[in-house]
């Protein structure tokens, strides 16, 4: 499998993003999909996840109710809503596709990663 992230760039507090994570090469099916993010000079770090029926998400408690995490199976996507972004927000946010077992949460569960995509927050 291989994602391909795009959709971020730079923007203003308070401002929105849509990021995108294309798969190819092998369908999602049945692979929990997530967002990380590594801000500059920092670990990276759990986002947000989806199941693959979009039965369950989850999210980091730093971006409860601004963020949304959304997947379109038939068009091998899955998307981040990021709405009423902060400075705090800047990072490289990375997609990434889960298969096996294990905490969702847990960067080292995933299998599939994609290059990352820089979104920087200004005030």
């Known amino acids: 499998v291989q994602l391909q992230a795009s959709g971020g760039g730079l923007v203003q507090a308070g401002g929105s993003l849509r990021l995108s994570c294309a798969a190819s090469?092998?369908?999602?099916?049945?692979?929990?999909m997530g967002w990380f993010r590594q801000p500059p000079g920092k670990e990276r770090e759990f986002v947000a996840s989806?199941?693959?029926?979009?039965?369950?998400?989850y999210y980091a408690d730093s971006v409860k109710g601004r963020f949304t995490i959304s997947r379109d199976n038939a068009k091998n996507t899955v998307y981040l809503q990021m709405n009423s972004l902060k400075r705090e927000d800047t990072a490289v946010y990375y997609c990434?596709?889960?298969?096996?077992?294990?905490?969702?949460?847990?960067?080292?569960?995933?299998?599939?990663w994609g290059q990352g995509t820089l979104v920087t927050v200004y005030s």
């Open positions: 990434a596709a889960k298969r096996g077992s294990g905490s969702v949460y847990v960067l080292d569960n995933y299998d599939y």
């Open positions: 989806i199941s693959w029926t979009a039965s369950s998400t």
């Open positions: 090469g092998r369908t999602l099916s049945s692979a929990v």
